[in-house]
């Protein structure tokens, strides 16, 4: 029957079809032909793929187009849906149109279900609205039993086949439908093999199978307690209902919360005829994809085997040939798959994942779908179709996303590698990127080890604190065994590119005998070699090969160009020195949003000079260590400006409590213990005296120490508190500041500075200090015989600030939203507390939607956001509004602040790149 005459008769069916004879029946079930009918229904093309899922709606789509696609029907997602929500039983008239499906493929193929004489086998597949590879099930050849194969094998006079063909509906059959383990099928093939002399499933003869197909029959009944079923009509329903069920399977759960794929899709079930690619030498079955899958170089890239059916190909138990080869063994088959294949880009606009079967010769196409890739080939595929005409570049711009410009910025654990390595730890993937190096377990012997012997190191930490950040900019990576997302470890890690799995809960780490260990058998000592992927949040033993991503990519610039073209956002960067605003400069920041003083302060040789400012009784000697650090602060903020020429540098004055500039309280006490019982044990005078001077110094640290302590110290004395009772740190600052700017103005940079006053809550706070504080910036620059460009403005981090934003933009010239803070302050919540504790528990049962230190949240820390802009600009139009969170590098986040109107965001220089196509996303959402 010609294909033509097929179509005629399942038009014809169609007219009656699906609703049982009744008009105001629920439709149920669309033969591949009915795409019309289905678009009627659905009311775009989105609506269809929502309706049949993406295989569903492009095998219809495909039928249309005159692909040769194998007849065939698709049962909704609105049947599972239904199914599902109603304890596991078919929707009312489903059956019956699956039933009046199968008579239209009967009409169309000339073949009968169950019959002998003229057997139709079908293959039942899921099809979700977005592509789910490998998550659900499958299940081939139904239809076949005993009197079908029998008269099969009388038709094809291919017993090998006919086996072949059954063995597989049993086996899997067994594990999709009945859920029993493929162990004991493949151990059977294994010992058949053995006993017949051959190492290939191929080589197995048509009594082996047929030998086979009865034990597995025997499998089945000893597992699941039941026969296997010989009304094809039986395997059909059960094989439809398993495929219902696996939407709720835990391998497609769990995808679908890494994809971030919605759980109420429900998935469609597609009944195909069955076309073999296993009938013999002339027949061949394959997946290909139209374009290069790991490059998106513009050629075929695939695998096919002859004589086989399609779970050989991706289940890797033969050895596939590449798709060229294809052009050699059939070269009249081979073109025209490419012509399809290039049919088919053309038609969806996108690069495409095909299965197809060769069936004595004659090439079927059993789906398609926009094909998953690699992040390089994304962009460099998105780049080719706007410069071949496929797409313009707003849908190129569009379609590569954000965390996948990730993967440019990060070496990668070779993939190679990782296929033969175990396991060892798992955490959160709070930075990612692959880093390997020896374990060290203090930021000491981390900064030691790679700056004197030049070692690659990982320091391993229960948790990092500030005074471990030389260490952590010294190793390649960051491993802690507490904290959360948003913790020390993972923001400096961050910050700074360094790859990080922090709460490793189970990983047990000993800082005494300097080794750890996940379940006390296995120890990782001091020394030993690590390799972490932050991507994924593993870590493993040893050393592993890594691959480093090029930045300079041409396609990812081109694309990146696009994207700046489209985004109404400003994007700076977070960055402390400057070789952080160097790169941050070239990754595409156009400013910096946030320079974070503290941490100048943490480097090791101004460590003494900062504890002994902070030790000072009297303001003189405070001030005697404010004048040894000013120089160290003025050049750091000269190379800072000279690194931005040209481009505004937002400087944070000291924001952290003093106390953190201290060593521990607990670690001073136990310190001050352990030297008074080795006092005991000492014989001279002179070893005497050193304990006796340690120990002075250590209670001189203890008693200021609790001096200094505060209950909440997050809320206590820091920020412009700080800058208020200890007027001289700050006035150093901006000294340091505006001494660097006149003399960096003075050699011809372009300077521009702007001074952010941290933690305002109250106006008054802000007159007080920026009334100080420009006093000496004037000072300043007529020293220097030179006047620049300058701001001050303040950082909103405390809901008060936002709700009094408009009495703060009377003094303030810049806004700059610090919603780490801010977020804590709105929920009333520790960051680091809540991650390592509820937080985690009210995002595992929805109390919260999502982590609001992910992602801003927009009901609440949004809203204050908003009044915050609202009531700044009422006041002072021109105000400069802009984040500088860990927040500015959140594609999600960084949708609200577009939304918002505000003139920038601010991240860390590795996610400069991501956040100038977030905010291009933000704007094409706009246009939409």
Not at 864 to 888: K, T
């Amino acid at each position: 029957m010609s294909e033509l005459s097929a179509a005629k008769i399942e038009g014809k069916k169609s007219k009656a079809f699906g609703t049982n004879g009744n008009p105001e029946a629920q439709k149920w079930v669309y033969l591949f032909s009915e795409v019309e009918s289905a678009e009627k229904t659905a009311g775009d093309w989105d609506g269809v793929r929502s309706l049949l899922g993406g295989k569903g709606a492009n095998l219809a789509d495909m039928t249309r187009l005159g692909v040769p696609v194998p007849p065939g029907f698709t049962v909704s997602t609105q049947a599972c849906n239904a199914y599902l929500a109603n304890n596991e039983e078919f929707p009312s008239t489903m059956w019956e149109q699956v039933l009046d499906a199968v008579n239209a493929i009967e009409e169309s193929t000339g073949k009968v279900f169950g019959d002998p004489d003229k057997p139709l086998l079908v293959s039942c597949r899921s099809g979700a609205k977005f592509s789910m590879p490998g998550m659900m099930d499958t299940v081939l050849n139904i239809g076949l039993n005993d009197a079908v194969a029998e008269g099969m094998i009388k038709l094809t006079h291919d017993a090998r086949f006919v086996y072949d063909s059954y063995r597989r509906l049993v086996q899997m059959f067994g594990s999709v439908v009945l859920g029993i383990p493929d162990e004991p099928f493949e151990a059977l093939i294994g010992v058949q093999r053995k006993k017949a002399g051959v190492t290939e499933d191929a080589d197995l003869s048509a009594e082996d199978w047929r030998y086979l197909t009865q034990r597995f029959k025997v499998i089945v009944h000893t597992y699941a307690g039941i026969d296997f079923p010989s009304d094809p009509y039986e395997q059909l329903k059960l094989a439809t209902e398993a495929v219902f069920k696996s939407w709720n399977g835990r391998r497609a759960i769990a995808y679908r919360n890494q994809a971030g794929i919605a759980h109420n899709l429900g998935t469609a079930v597609n009944i195909q005829t069955m076309v073999f690619g296993n009938l013999g030498d002339d027949s061949a079955t394959g997946v290909a994809m139209s374009r290069n899958a790991s490059t998106g170089e513009k050629e075929l890239e695939g695998d096919f085997l002859i004589n086989a059916q399609g779970e050989d190909v991706v289940a890797g138990i033969r050895v596939t040939q590449r798709i060229q080869e294809l052009q050699t063994w059939n070269p009249a088959v081979y073109n025209e798959f490419e012509s399809i294949a290039n049919k088919l880009e053309k038609h969806y606009h996108n690069m495409q994942d095909m299965e197809f079967t060769i069936e004595q010769g004659k090439l079927w196409l059993l789906q398609t779908r926009d094909g998953k890739r690699t992040a390089q080939a994304e962009v460099r595929i998105a780049v080719d179709m706007v410069d071949e005409g496929l797409i313009d570049i707003r849908t190129a711009v569009g379609r590569v996303q954000p965390a996948q410009i990730d993967f440019f910025m990060h070496p990668q654990l070779d993939k190679q590698a990782l296929k033969k390595t175990e396991i060892y730890a798992e955490g959160l993937n709070v930075s990612p990127g692959a880093a390997v190096g020896m374990a060290a377990f203090d930021a000491d012997t981390a900064e030691r080890w790679a700056k004197e012997l030049g070692r690659k190191v990982i320091m391993v930490r229960p948790e990092t604190k500030p005074d471990d950040v030389h260490g952590m900019l010294a190793a390649e990576g960051i491993v802690t065994s507490r904290g959360g997302r948003t913790s020390h470890a993972a923001l400096v890690a961050r910050q700074f590119g360094k790859p990080a799995v922090v709460g490793i809960m189970e990983l047990e780490i000993d800082l005494d005998s300097r080794q750890m260990t996940i379940d006390g058998d296995t120890f990782v000592k001091e020394g030993d070699w690590l390799s972490l992927d932050g991507n994924l949040g593993r870590v493993y033993l040893g050393q592993l090969p890594t691959v480093m991503p090029d930045i300079n990519n041409l396609y990812l610039s081109k694309l990146l160009s696009w994207a700046d073209d489209i985004r109404k956002l400003g994007v700076w960067a977070n960055a402390d020195y400057p070789d952080d605003a160097i790169r941050a400069r070239e990754y595409g920041a156009e400013g910096i949003g946030l320079c974070r003083t503290e941490h100048m302060f943490f480097e090791t040789e101004r460590m003494p000079i900062v504890r002994k400012m902070i030790m000072a009784k009297t303001t003189t000697e405070r001030q005697e260590a404010v004048d040894k650090l000013l120089p160290l602060q003025r050049n750091d903020f000269a190379g800072l400006f000279r690194a931005m020429d040209g481009q505004p540098v937002i400087i944070r004055l000291i924001d952290p409590p003093l106390h953190e500039f201290l060593p521990a309280r607990d670690d001073l006490i136990q310190e001050l213990a352990d030297l008074k019982v080795q006092m005991q044990h000492f014989h001279t005078l002179s070893e005497i005296d050193e304990a006796l001077g340690k120990i002075r110094i250590r209670e001189h640290y203890l008693e200021r120490v609790e001096a200094l302590h505060e209950m909440n110290p997050m809320l206590g004395t820091r920020g412009v508190r700080l800058g208020v009772l200890f007027p001289e740190i700050t006035k150093m600052q901006v000294r340091a500041v505006f001494e660097a700017a006149c003399r960096v103005a003075l050699d011809g940079v372009d300077v521009h500075p702007e001074v952010m006053i941290p933690l305002v809550s109250h106006v008054n706070e802000l007159k007080v200090q920026q009334r100080t504080l420009e006093a000496v910036a004037k000072e300043v620059m007529a020293e220097e015989g030179i006047e620049v460009k300058y701001k001050f403005g303040t950082m909103i981090e405390i809901p008060r600030a936002a709700l009094t934003a408009d009495e703060i933009a009377e003094v303030a010239e810049f806004f700059s939203f610090g919603t780490n803070d801010l977020t804590q302050t709105t929920f009333g919540v520790s960051r680091d507390d809540a991650e390592a504790g509820f937080l985690m528990e009210y995002l595992q049962r929805g109390i919260l939607p999502e982590n609001p230190f992910e992602s801003i949240d927009a009901n609440g820390v949004g809203k204050l956001m908003g009044i915050g802009v609202e009531l700044g600009r009422g006041q002072r139009h021109d105000l400069e509004v802009g984040i500088c969170g860990e927040h500015g590098g959140d594609p999600k986040s960084i949708q609200i602040c577009h939304k918002l109107g505000l003139n920038y965001v601010s991240c860390s220089p590795f996610r400069v790149p991501i956040a100038r196509l977030a905010a291009a996303h933000a704007a094409l959402a706009d246009e939409a």
